[in-house]
């Protein structure tokens, strides 16, 4: 089983940063960064409008629970975005990539 995961950043360099550390430490197969995105949102009392960088990570359903501990741990923001999608189809070989069988 295979997990894509959400998470924003603020900037491309710190995105890139915390993909390359999870990605070595196996906890994800990939992250795809989309720089370009734009947040409005509601924070603190205030509307924020805000640049953002969105990371698209594809990681094991195995490693989901260490995954999203050690973002939290990496992450700036003090509220991160970090949002768990259960794909219900994808092609064999790409899953058994994503799940470190391959």
């Known amino acids: 089983m295979i997990r894509i995961v959400l998470s924003t950043f603020a900037d491309?360099?710190?995105?890139a940063r915390i993909v390359r550390t999870l990605v070595a430490e196996k906890?994800?197969?990939c992250g795809t960064l989309?720089?370009?995105a734009r947040s409005i949102?509601?924070?603190k009392g205030?509307?924020?409008d805000s640049p953002e960088v969105l990371v698209i990570f594809k990681i094991a359903s195995a490693n989901e629970q260490n995954f999203f501990l050690r973002l939290k741990a990496l992450h700036?923001?003090?509220t991160p975005e970090i949002v768990s999608l259960s794909?219900?189809?994808w092609e064999e070989s790409y899953g058994r990539w994503v799940a470190g069988g391959e």
């Open 12 to 15: 491309a360099d710190s995105a």
């Open 27 to 29: 906890l994800a197969a």
């Open 34 to 36: 989309i720089p370009g």
């Open 41 to 43: 949102y509601a924070w």
């Open 46 to 48: 205030t509307v924020e």
């Open 76 to 78: 700036p923001y003090e």
């Open 87 to 89: 794909p219900t189809l």
